[in-house]
Each structure stands twice: as structure tokens, then as C-alpha cells.
């Protein structure tokens, strides 16, 4: 059941591995990398309760060592605070450069862990184990690492690719149903940016997938990567077409500072809600059908997810303050916003041609049904 996508970057190059039970074979996954049998693991608290010592066993089965700092769980350890408290303990722990630092989390981890891998003596060599589905099939390929700013999501960070990914499906078993859904928006997200096929997919098995069928697992991570390592090896630094994977995220990024990256709304659902956004834009500006929007935002509600504003819990501030928050967007050139929108579903493409009031309008319809 095991697949391989290689993500092909020249001498930047690796596999990310996909099926169950790899974390038993990380010892002999990751020795090839080492040039001493020691890795220094960056996790969180949950991920350690559940995972750590079964990461543990599979690297000393193959003779290697490990020490581990386990952060608070949650998007809020994604700042400047707990990055420099674990830059200065893989400095403590003398991770040296030839070392390999080894982040064994969800997207928080493996972003924070990347980016303290990218600057710690100027760059040593990390390798994903990503636990959860959303790190699975999107944040632990590519290589964008970093941590967020008051002004934003995201903003600090540095492009820092991966040597190794190790994708261990079975890991997923233990995530929460919210969890499981809200990385499941992002496996919602490749079939709407670039596989209508996919996504035709997804709506017969995306209940499979929620109730754990294995395969099916394997296909999507499977699927999903392989259509991010294709995007990954045509523009690694996003001059271009990887703008296509922000897809949801502008509306995303926006909604979670808005709610201050809290428990109110995890980065995935901001994605799901974020699509349906986006879809919805793309029909008012006559670019899709009337349908397309509909049927994005019925198959997230048939999988039990959040679709529309009224469904994160709390106040949010206005549609003129939503749109402020974009400015700092990264996609922004010349103070001009990019949006990813569609001419149907699998038919994405960026552009700058977006009148703000076509954005305030469905921002102020979405917040009129709060
Ligand atoms: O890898 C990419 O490129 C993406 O845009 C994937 C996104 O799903 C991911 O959330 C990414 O971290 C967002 O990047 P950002 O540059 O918009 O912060």
C-alpha cells in the first residue's frame, strides 16, 4: 500500500513517503540521511503523548538516538516566543550542521521545526514526519517554513525544503473529527484548483475517508502530493503558479487573524470556508457557474464542515476590516491583491483583477447571515 512522490528540485530533491506504520520504519528511513546516529525531534504535547515514544522505538531500531522538546499544542506556538525557545534548545542540545532535526507534529510543528532548521547555524538538514492530514497532504512538501506575526499569517518564515517526508497514514487514526475535516479542506482544495477529477472522487469517498478506510487514505494523500510536488518543481519560490495551492487562503489567512489564530477557527475550515469564498467571487464575476459554488459548499456540508461564516463561533469584525487584513497578504505586488479564482471546478488561475467592492460585496453577504 506504500507510494513514493518524488518532489524533483534538482540537488534540493526528496521522497515523501505515503502508507501505514512508517513511523516503525523511520529508523531506516532517516539513517541514510545521518551522519551520526542522533536526531534532535521538535513535536507538541499531544503529538508526543500519542506518537513520541512509537517514533522512539523506530529510530532505535535502527541504532539511532533521539532527544525531543515538546511544544504547546496549537496554531498560537507558531511565534516568535516558542521559535526562539526551540532554536535555543537545538543550540543547547549542540545539533550541529551536518545534524538532522526531525519535526514530528501537525502543520504548526513541521512549519516552526522547518524554520528554525533553516536558520540554526545558518541551515542544517530537516526531515517531516507529518501526523496530521492536513500536514500530510499539503505543509510538510514544499518547503515554506515560518511562524506568524501580529500583522499576519505566516509572515516570517524562510523557503527551507525538507530532505526526507515521511507520511505514515496510520497516524491519522488518532486525530479528532475536527481535525481530520479541517485537513480534509485541503484535500477538498487540490480537485478544486487543478483535478475536477479528484474532486469527482472525493465526493463518493470522502465519507470513506473520514471513517478511516485506509486505502482511500492513501489515494487522496497520495493524489494530493503528488499534484503538489508538480506544482513545487515548477516554481518553488511561488513567482507563479504555486500561487495556485493559496487557493481559500487569502479569505483564510484573514478570518484567522481575525480570530486572533485561536480555537475558534483551525487553518483548514479557514481554507474550506475560504474555497467556498473564493468560488463564490469567481461566480458573481460571471468567471464559473452559479452551480459551481453550490456544489463546493454542499459537499463540505455533506462531510460536516464549516462552509460559511455564520459557522465560526464568536463576533467578527466587518467586511471594510476583513479586506484591511488581506493587504498584508503575500500575494500582494505594487499594493495590488492577488485572489486564486476559478472558471469552474479544477479550472483555477491568479489574478489581479478584482474589484474590491466585488470582494466587500461577498464578504458583507456572508456576514449578513452571522
Ligand atoms: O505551499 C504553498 O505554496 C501553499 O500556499 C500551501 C498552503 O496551503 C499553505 O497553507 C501555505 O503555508 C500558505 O502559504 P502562504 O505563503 O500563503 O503563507
Redesign the pocket.
Known amino acids: 500500500m506504500h507510494q513514493t512522490v518524488h518532489v524533483a528540485l534538482g540537488e534540493r530533491s526528496y521522497d515523501v513517503e505515503i502508507g501505514p506504520d512508517l513511523l516503525a520504519e523511520a529508523g531506516a528511513r532517516i539513517a541514510p540521511l545521518l551522519k551520526r546516529p542522533r536526531v534532535a525531534v521538535l513535536t507538541d504535547e499531544t503529538v508526543a503523548g500519542l506518537h513520541l515514544e512509537g517514533l522512539r522505538a523506530g529510530l532505535a531500531a535502527a541504532g539511532i538516538d533521539m532527544v525531543s522538546l515538546a511544544l504547546p499544542a496549537g496554531e498560537a506556538t507558531k511565534s516568535w516566543p516558542h521559535f526562539e525557545r526551540a532554536v535555543e534548545w537545538l543550540l543547547a542540545e549542540k545539533v550541529e550542521r551536518r545534524d538532522v532535526v526531525v519535526a514530528l507534529g501537525g ?1 504548526v510543528i513541521g ?1 516552526l521545526a522547518g524554520f528554525a532548521a533553516a536558520v540554526l547555524r545558518r541551515g542544517v538538514r530537516f526531515v517531516q514526519i507529518p501526523t496530521s492530514l492536513l500536514a500530510q497532504v ?2 510538510s512538501v ?1 518547503g ?1 517554513t ?1 511562524i506568524n506575526a501580529p500583522q499576519g ?2 509572515l516570517i518564515g524562510a523557503f527551507h525544503q525538507p530532505s526526507l517526508v515521511l507520511a505514515d497514514t496510520s497516524v491519522l487514526g488518532t486525530l479528532t473529527a475536527r481535525d481530520f475535516l479541517a485537513g480534509y479542506g ?1 484535500v477538498v ?1 487540490y480537485g478544486l484548483l487543478g483535478d475536477a477529477g479528484f474532486f469527482d472522487w472525493l465526493e463518493v469517498n470522502g465519507p470513506a475517508l473520514a471513517r478511516g478506510d485506509m486505502s482511500a487514505r492513501v489515494q487522496a494523500v497520495t493524489r494530493s502530493v503528488q499534484m ?1 510536488a508538480d506544482i ?1 518543481a515548477r516554481d518553488e519560490t ?1 513567482q507563479g503558479d ?2 495556485l ?2 487557493l481559500g ?1 487569502t479569505f483564510c ?1 484573514a478570518l484567522e487573524a481575525a480570530t486572533g489564530y485561536s480555537d475558534r477557527l483551525l ?1 483548514g475550515e479557514g ?1 474550506a470556508i475560504g474555497c467556498a469564498l473564493a468560488f463564490e467571487l469567481s461566480a458573481r464575476l460571471g468567471l464559473c457557474s452559479q452551480e459551481d459554488p453550490s456544489r463546493v459548499r454542499a459537499h463540505l456540508k455533506a462531510m460536516g464542515m464549516k462552509t460559511d461564516l455564520a459557522d465560526i463561533p464568536g463576533e467578527l469584525p466587518g467586511a471594510e476590516a476583513l479586506v484591511e487584513l488581506m493587504a498584508q ?3 500582494v505586488v505594487d499594493g495590488q491583491l492577488r485572489f486564486i479564482l476559478a472558471r469552474g471546478i479544477g479550472q483555477a488561475f491568479v489574478t489581479s483583477d478584482v474589484p474590491r467592492e466585488a470582494v466587500l460585496s461577498v464578504l458583507e453577504d456572508a456576514l449578513a447571515t452571522c
Open positions: 502543520g512549519d499539503d505543509s514544499g515554506k515560518g499569517k505566516n485541503e482544495k503538489k513545487v511561488e504555486r500561487a495551492l493559496n487562503h489567512h487553518h481554507v497578504d503575500k500575494k
